[in-house]
């Protein structure tokens, strides 16, 4: 209902444009700061904005680590082989993601698991 009462009154301010957060969370930032009348109030939504962005970069790092470590235990499982390549890590990683998500490649991998290109499964 604020919407609809205030929509002539309020105009969106590009002038808020965070350049330290991605376009996404500017998208959520910039009406929210258009309406804001007091500029501590503003300052703490910015604070917020830039925190969340933080974590959103730590998780997803820490999502691929994970995900490198669970194609790892699942060639461990299913492979005879002695030693796994990054190339097939990060094919068992790219079968588990979504569809329309970014595929990995072997080389990131290699980044998350550290030099080398193969691993010893241990068996």
């Not at 501590?40 to 790092?61: H, N, P, W």
């Not at 470590?69 to 002695?82: G, K, N, S, V, Y």
Request: hydrophobic fraction near 40%.
């Amino acid at each position: 209902m604020f919407r609809f009462r205030n929509l002539p009154y309020v105009k969106v301010n590009s002038d808020f444009i965070n350049r330290n957060v991605e376009p996404r969370l500017n998208q959520i930032m910039i009406p929210l700061a258009s309406v804001v009348e007091e500029e501590v109030f503003r300052k703490d939504l910015y604070a917020l904005i830039e925190q969340y962005q933080r974590e959103v970069v730590t998780d997803r790092a820490t999502r691929w680590e994970a995900e490198v470590l669970a194609a790892l235990l699942q060639l461990h499982d299913t492979m005879t082989e002695e030693f796994f390549t990054m190339k097939e890590i990060a094919e068992v990683v790219n079968e588990n993601r979504e569809v329309d998500s970014i595929q990995i490649s072997p080389r990131m991998v290699g980044a998350v698991y550290g030099s080398g290109h193969q691993c010893r499964h241990g068996r």
